[in-house]
């Protein structure tokens, strides 16, 4: 990444969050075996949130000149397989939620729109976007919790003995490794003078301390029906009503997809950044149209038939690109 | 290059002639000043002859100084006597047509290359009154005129401080428009005002009739549904606007300054918010922002709720507005974008008719759209009462009204066509548009986002003047950007 | 600027192709209710409102119908029963959903768990009765459905058990149905609750025991309790501010729960009238000894080894998990004595 990206530290981290953000309210499909409970659910997110941070900080003592073309070769294909997930991941969730659907051309066309819109703005542009949808989804949350605390049963909470098993079980479950902690990373390093303060043990407190409420507060509505919801927080959101308005769940849906468009949109700017810096013969809109090509044969190849193995190949590629990072070693400025 | 007086009076009276075309209401009268062969140039309806005559005659009266050439005469007006002539004298036939238009009598001399300017502009203006927009309660209610120099003495006369700087450019080809730049160079940024100037110098304009027109030449970047440059009719506004660091640029003949750099949450000020008490003012922002969401989300809400998700609706309206639509022929999406344009010609209609019959047009148009179309089951009542407490909110920022009512218009499309994804993917891009934008090297949505203290200090919310007078606004200690001019 | 003229004509192309074909609001009935039972076969009712088309909307009326459908599975009978009207059928605002003495005896959980997972067919919230009238009985409701509904809505503001169906989709198939009484004439009453351990109907509660089910349950609203003041003979009994408080206390080696009522007598109301504040004083006793006399009947039916229905044993191990653990392995967790239930209610 020799071309730099202007965007504070503070901004920067509040993207990565917001993307890191999405998965705590769009639970991923299929991806995981079954809920666990809140008090485990809390650990296991705390585990992983906690290697997430490890792996965030040798990335960041590792990056800066290892940001080769070699590396820029791994993370662009790997990006387009995490965009071409997360658009299957929106477009399902999308239809989960809503009694009547979007074609499906229609909802890839609308991404892609906003796509290139976001992308072309800029990183500045998008990370002020994603701190006024992020406000929004706070008050999203808020009128969740107003709207379910007549249900909110203590007796509900699971008290489940945390052993060690099963704790290894449910982060086995759900740990992932996310593309945002490479670029989050890539970027700091990518600056004429690598900031000391980047905010990321705020970014994943913050995480840890929302996920925890998500637990919580879907335990504590649904009881024992908790562990077998695909998505809990929908089906809380399903359940409460404010006043007269019955049925709230269209609209705190319609909050957290403007998150996934947030992110989806963050993994284009990444993609189509990597592509200008590994296909400089690309000019103007050049590099957003190969990436939305690849995002596409991404999201054709796999919907609904090889999800899994597309996951996995992302994980792989994420590993091999944190092990080269690793162990590639740190290129001698020349003398 | 600029042509240059000639000696001989008669050479310059018909290439005076010849550069006006002989017009009609040019006034070129050969006299003899104090036995010196002289032309008194005006233009009839800019200056006036009375008072030029009066002020003439008195000094052919009182006088006993006999020149011995037109050059001595010359100096003898020029550094004298005590009438009203400008300083700087007219060498060449530019100068000579910038202040003829400017409403003064030009003294031609003969033998002499430089004319005398004489200060008897008298030309009709409409004078300084309460602007039809921008209503307060409280505070001034003076307006900005159409005449330059009107505009920029009432600014005068409201800062009376000695760093109030006002420059004055001209710009249009054609009209050679006078543009006043003014600003407070302790505050304002000088590589702003010299990005500025050098902007206003090089516009293309063939015409310039209001300070609108400067706008798309001082704002860069693409295109966008808002403007970074703001306007205000009023000069107590201009000031407040300088005292903060900012530029107010005047047109003549426009009664309109335009102020940069301008942010989005300036949108929502008004006067009154400084003269009510803060908890009230701040009410009223939140109100105003509401209103804004409102007025654009609205109806593509309302439509995108109706056909994908009704459940969203109470259980009560739900069903009558199911009656509503099935009893009218046309779509929801449809009737509602009817209903948004009908609005919009209403509300054309009656700022262009006379103010006589505009009272008229509103009573039709509650008549026929509000009573007669639901009646004839052509518009459905929830269709007019969105469409109406749409139209409501947005009169609440006048400021906005352009991008609102378009915007709104895009949203039914999106709303009634892709449903909720559609509304969520043009606000998406909505906000990365507001986003995106740099009103001048800072961002436009400062001080909301990026969230700082200036956005409860005086952006969403105003703090009380007890915390605003302690440390005065200043736009270059703005969040969020470093100031870049070109 | 190009960009933006190609968007928009391609929006008014699709405005104009495609934005006038698709279903509105106006072509859906909205499903009010929904009854279910089975005997032979599977039967489904769908109360639905329809409203008559009227521009002004402020006129507009409602009109309520039966939507009838019978097929060998609960999804066959739906499906019929949709397919019975044109108009499509909207469930997003369904919050009822009341299952005939057939459902109730068998296939219930099955059935919910159908629904549940269907998101077309309602919301997990619905709120889930049994009634007593027969399948053939519910189409006879149709010219008052609007009142059917209106007591359904005044029975809940008064406060009556719910059971919701998220809560019958619990994997250990333990629920409290609440049911109801179809009177003839249209209106409906309360007639206790049916108790399900392991899927199965188990009992029935009646009087006070509902009242007490709806305390333990977590709900604070409770009806006028029907009880006996003993020579005084049945009395009706107002609470206000009725509270459970729950305190798990180790014990000789093992845990007890202790469930204490508190509240304040309001109103009692006998044969011969409205009792004064002596007379309340006076058979406060006795009311405090019955309601614990009907929650030790209660008792072996809401905790057992394989049922739980108000989570007394996430008490127990918030307590101490591993002595809770080690009472159920030694079996000494669900007897009588581990709960001791206590009313110390007051007069006002």
């Known amino acids: 990444m020799t071309e730099r990206i202007q965007i504070a530290p503070q901004q920067l981290a509040l993207l990565a969050g917001v993307s890191l953000f999405t998965d705590a309210f769009i639970q991923p499909f299929g991806r995981q075996s079954g809920t666990a409970s809140a008090q485990m659910g809390i650990l296991a997110t705390a585990c992983q949130l906690l290697i997430w941070y490890g792996v965030f900080l040798l990335l960041r003592r590792k990056a800066g000149s290892r940001q080769n073309q070699f590396v820029c070769g791994l993370l662009l294909p790997a990006l387009l397989l995490a965009a071409g997930l997360e658009l299957i991941q929106g477009e399902r969730f999308y239809s989960y939620v809503m009694d009547k659907n979007l074609a499906v051309a229609a909802f890839v066309g609308i991404v892609l729109v906003t796509a290139y819109y976001g992308v072309h703005s800029g990183m500045n542009a998008l990370s002020r976007t994603a701190s006024a949808i992020l406000a929004v989804s706070a008050v999203s949350v808020v009128f969740l919790v107003v709207s379910v605390v007549p249900q909110l049963r203590f007796t509900n909470l699971q008290p489940a003995a945390p052993g060690l098993a099963d704790l290894l079980a449910a982060l086995r479950r759900q740990f992932y490794l996310p593309p945002e902690l490479f670029f989050w990373a890539f970027l700091l390093e990518n600056t004429a003078a690598p900031p000391k303060k980047v905010h990321a043990p705020a970014v994943f407190l913050g995480l840890l301390s929302v996920s925890s409420l998500f637990f919580l507060i879907g335990e504590m509505t649904l009881g024992p029906a908790y562990q077998t919801q695909e998505q809990p927080l929908f089906t809380i959101a399903r359940l409460g009503g404010i006043s007269v308005f019955r049925r709230l769940d269209a609209l705190h849906a319609s909050v957290w997809l403007l998150l996934f468009l947030v992110k989806i949109t963050l993994y284009f700017a990444m993609a189509v950044h990597l592509a200008q810096q590994l296909c400089p013969a690309l000019g103007g809109r050049g590099p957003f149209f190969l990436v939305s090509a690849g995002v596409l044969l991404v999201f054709l190849s796999a919907w609904s038939q090889q999800e899994n193995t597309a996951f996995w190949l992302l994980q792989a590629a994420l590993a091999i690109l944190l092990l080269t990072i690793l162990l590639i070693p740190k290129k001698e400025p020349a003398k | ?486 | 600027m190009k960009v933006l003229k190609l968007l928009f004509s391609a929006l008014l192309l699709s405005a104009l192709l495609c934005g006038c074909t698709r279903s509105g609001i106006g072509d859906k009935v909205i499903v009010k209710a929904i009854f279910l039972d089975q005997t032979d076969q599977y039967t489904a009712h769908l109360l639905v409102l329809e409203a008559t088309p009227s521009a002004d909307a402020g006129s507009a009326a409602e009109v309520t119908t039966f939507l009838t459908g019978k097929g060998a599975s609960l999804y066959r009978a739906i499906q019929q029963a949709e397919d019975s009207t044109v108009s499509d059928v909207f469930y997003g605002q369904n919050e009822l959903l009341f299952l005939g003495p057939g459902l109730q005896q068998a296939d219930l959980f099955a059935s919910c768990d159908y629904l549940a997972k269907n998101a077309a067919s309602g919301r997990p919230n619905m709120a889930v009765f049994g009634i007593d009238a027969a399948a053939d009985r519910i189409p006879l409701l149709e010219e008052s459905g609007k009142d059917f509904l209106d007591h359904i809505d005044q029975l809940t503001a008064q406060g009556c058990y719910l059971t919701y169906l998220y809560q019958m989709t619990a994997p250990d198939q333990n629920a409290v149905l609440p049911l109801l009484h179809l009177k003839e004439e249209g209106g409906v009453q309360t007639a206790g609750l049916r108790v399900y351990q392991n899927g199965q109907a188990a009992g029935i509660w009646t009087g006070p025991a509902v009242g007490l089910a709806m305390l333990l349950s977590g709900q604070d609203q409770i009806p006028p309790l029907e009880l006996q003041a003993g020579e005084e003979g049945p009395v009706t009994v107002i609470l206000r501010s009725p509270r459970l408080s729950y305190e798990c206390l180790p014990e000789e080696g093992t845990l007890t729960l202790h469930i204490r009522l508190t509240g304040h007598v309001q109103q009692v109301l006998g044969a011969g009238g409205l009792y004064q504040k002596e007379e309340r004083q006076q058979i406060l006793e006795q009311l405090n000894r019955q309601m614990e006399t009907v929650f030790a009947a209660m008792q072996p039916d809401a905790f057992g080894p394989d049922w739980d229905l108000f989570f007394w044993e996430n008490r127990f191990r918030n307590q101490n998990d591993a002595l809770t653990l080690q009472m159920e392995q030694e079996g000494t967790l669900f007897e009588p004595v581990r709960v001791r239930f206590s009313s110390r209610l007051k007069s006002v």
């Not at chain 2, 002289?38 to 020149?67: A, K, Y």
């Not at chain 2, 902007?199 to 549904?225: I, K, N």
């Open chain 2, 1 to 486: 290059m600029k042509t240059p007086l000639h000696p001989v009076l008669q050479q310059n009276i018909d290439q005076l002639k010849q550069m006006f075309g002989n017009s009609i209401d040019l006034y070129a009268k050969p006299v003899q000043v104090l036995g010196i062969d002289c032309c008194l140039c005006m233009f009839e309806g800019l200056s006036t002859i009375e008072r030029l005559w009066v002020v003439l005659l008195n000094m052919l009266c009182d006088s006993t100084f006999q020149p011995k050439d037109g050059q001595d005469l010359f100096r003898y007006i020029q550094a004298q006597t005590d009438l009203p002539v400008e300083n700087n004298p007219v060498t060449d036939f530019d100068q000579l047509r910038t202040q003829l238009t400017a409403g003064t009598t030009v003294m031609l001399i003969d033998g002499c290359r430089k004319a005398v300017v004489l200060s008897t502009q008298n030309m009709q203006f409409r004078s300084v009154q309460e602007p039809s927009g921008e209503g307060n309660v409280r505070g001034s209610h003076e307006g900005f005129t159409d005449l330059l120099r009107i505009n920029v003495s009432l600014v005068r006369r409201l800062i009376r401080s000695e760093t109030l700087t006002s420059e004055i450019l001209v710009c249009g080809q054609r009209t050679k428009t006078e543009v006043a730049l003014l600003y407070d160079r302790t505050l304002a940024s000088p590589q702003l005002v010299q990005a500025v100037r050098k902007r206003l110098e090089l516009v293309p304009l063939p015409v310039l009739f209001d300070s609108s027109y400067l706008a798309p030449f001082l704002q860069r970047g693409s295109f966008s549904f808002f403007e970074e440059v703001g306007y205000t009719e009023r000069p107590v506004t201009a000031c407040a606007k300088i005292c903060e660091g900012k530029l107010v640029i005047l047109v003549n003949g426009s009664p309109y300054a335009m102020v940069l750099p301008y942010f989005f949450s300036e949108h929502f000020q008004s006067l009154d918010d400084y003269s009510t008490k803060a908890y009230f003012a701040s009410f009223i922002r939140i109100l105003k922002y509401g209103a804004f969401f409102m007025a654009v989300l609205l109806p593509g809400l309302f439509v995108s709720i109706a056909e994908y998700t009704p459940e969203l609706f109470p259980p009560q309206l739900l069903y009558k507005i199911a009656a509503a639509e099935t009893a009218t022929p046309l779509p929801l999406f449809l009737e509602m974008i009817l209903v948004i344009v009908l609005l919009e010609l209403i509300r054309e209609a009656g700022l262009r008719l006379p103010k006589a019959i505009g009272h008229s047009v509103s009573l039709v148009a509650a008549v026929i759209v509000g009573d007669a179309a639901v009646k004839a089951g052509i518009l459905s009542t929830p269709i007019v009462i969105a469409a109406a407490l749409t139209t409501i909110s947005m009169f609440v920022i006048p400021s906005l009204y352009e991008p609102a009512t378009v915007l709104r218009i895009l949203f039914v499309f999106v709303g009634g066509l892709f449903g909720p994804f559609g509304i969520l993917g043009l606000l998406f891009i909505m906000l990365a548009s507001i986003c995106g934008m740099h009103s001048f090297g800072l961002p436009y949505t400062t001080p909301l986002v990026p969230w700082g203290g200036g956005a409860v200090r005086d952006g969403l919310l105003r703090a009380p003047w007890s915390t605003l007078a302690q440390k005065p606004f200043d736009v270059s200690e703005l969040p969020g950007g470093k100031i870049e001019y070109d």
